[in-house]
């Protein structure tokens, strides 16, 4: 591998400068992490699924016309990105309570809510990414009236997209976090596209007709079996890399 200059390593992927200025290589790590960090395992092979996974789903939303910050997959492990000015919000849309919706609010795991809810969490790893309001986000001036007006159509624009998708392979969408950044054309133009990825390390997909889990939850809950769920995605949406989990297993190296 070429020696490039490494931008920032995170807990799922690792940043470094792309071919061109204003492009990213972001490179899919196997290492899981859940509970802020406090939990970490290496699933073997997830970093291949979650590249190729992400890349469909981009490359699916930009189709529709969703800006995303995708430019092509490099290899097995590696995609060329738009360089973004990240907003530092996890941005979460639900459909059915779950998680720490479920506990916040006292409502069972797998109640349906009334209408799909947005919520901003903080990206903060010291301070545990606390949730926000529109008034801290547009306070603190992490974005303002507008760009929160462009988030909110592009998440449920995502959602309802992407709701159907999922539909389609037999998985509802229970949830998701979504990142955007800033991104500026060559008149200096600004604009707010999906940034990050959008995979099961982020998502909650439930199988449609056993409720089985296929997402990051089987890592969170130690239920086991999570490189084979992020599989049987993988396949479901008719983008299994070739080759059987042994092979993804084993593929630690972007050829
Ligand atoms: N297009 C982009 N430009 C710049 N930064 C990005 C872009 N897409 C994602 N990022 C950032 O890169 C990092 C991805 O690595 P990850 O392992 O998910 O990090 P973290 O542990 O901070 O969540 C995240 O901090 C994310 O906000
Ligand atoms: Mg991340």
Redesign the pocket.
């Known amino acids: 591998m070429s020696r490039r200059r490494r931008i ?8 470094y400068e792309g071919p061109e200025p204003g492009t ?1 290589v ?1 490179y899919f ?1 196997d290492d899981a ?1 859940a509970h802020n960090g406090t939990k970490k395992a290496v699933i073997s092979g997830k970093g291949v699924l979650n590249n190729r996974i992400s890349e469909y789903l981009m490359t699916r939303l930009s189709e529709i016309g969703v800006p995303t ?1 995708f430019m092509r997959r490099l290899n097995m492990r590696e995609q060329l ?6 907003i ?1 919000l996890e941005v979460v849309v639900r459909n059915i309570a779950a998680g720490s919706f479920s506990k916040r609010f006292n409502v069972p795991e797998g109640t349906p809510l009334p209408r799909s809810i947005i919520e901003y969490y903080l ?1 903060s ?1 010291e301070l545990n990414d606390p949730m926000v309001s529109e008034e801290h986000i547009t306070a603190f001036g992490w974005a303002n009236a507008q760009d929160l007006d462009d988030i909110v159509s592009l998440s449920l624009r995502v959602n309802d997209y992407l709701t159907g998708l999922f539909l389609g392979i037999g998985l509802k969408l229970v949830d998701f976090k979504l ?1 955007f ?1 800033r991104l500026y054309d060559e008149n200096d133009e600004m604009r707010i ?1 999906l ?3 959008i995979s099961p390390d982020n998502c909650r997909l439930w199988d449609v007709q056993t409720n089985e889990k296929f997402d990051k939850d089987r890592f969170r809950q130690d239920l086991g079996g999570v490189l084979e769920a992020y599989q049987e995605v993988a396949r479901r949406l008719g983008i299994l890399p070739e080759g059987s989990v042994v092979d993804i297993r084993e593929n630690q190296v972007a050829p």
């Open positions: 920032y390593e995170g807990k799922a992927k690792v940043l990213i972001q790590k992490t910050h990105i738009h360089e973004v000015e990240i530092p990206k790893d990142e950044g596209v940034a990050d990825e």
